[in-house]
């Protein structure tokens, strides 16, 4: 059942991100991590959703989740970089 929930909730918040309600996204996100706090997608998806809220700081923090989660996937590293960007941190 749990996992029915993490995917449910995930999805929630996948459809309002797109609808850009962005804070409600990243609660059901939130909610769906503390059911299952080891995927890197869910991580990846909320730092996006913070940039859009330049939160650029907890972005970062998410985003540096994500690449811990998930070393080689490029999606995780690219957001990283986004938020690090928003910042001003070029050189990281």
């Not at 996006?48 to 998410?62: G, P, Y």
């Amino acid at each position: 059942m749990l996992v029915y929930d993490f995917f449910f909730i995930k999805q929630e918040g996948v459809t309002l991100a797109e609808d850009e309600k962005f804070w409600q996204a990243i609660n059901r996100w939130d909610i769906a991590l503390s059911l299952s706090a080891e995927d890197a997608t869910v991580f990846e998806m909320k730092a996006q959703a913070l940039i859009n809220l330049h939160e650029w700081i907890v972005a970062i923090k998410a985003a540096e989740r994500c690449v811990e989660l998930k070393s080689n996937w490029w999606v995780g590293f690219q957001t990283l970089g986004r938020a690090q960007m928003g910042i001003g941190e070029v050189k990281l």
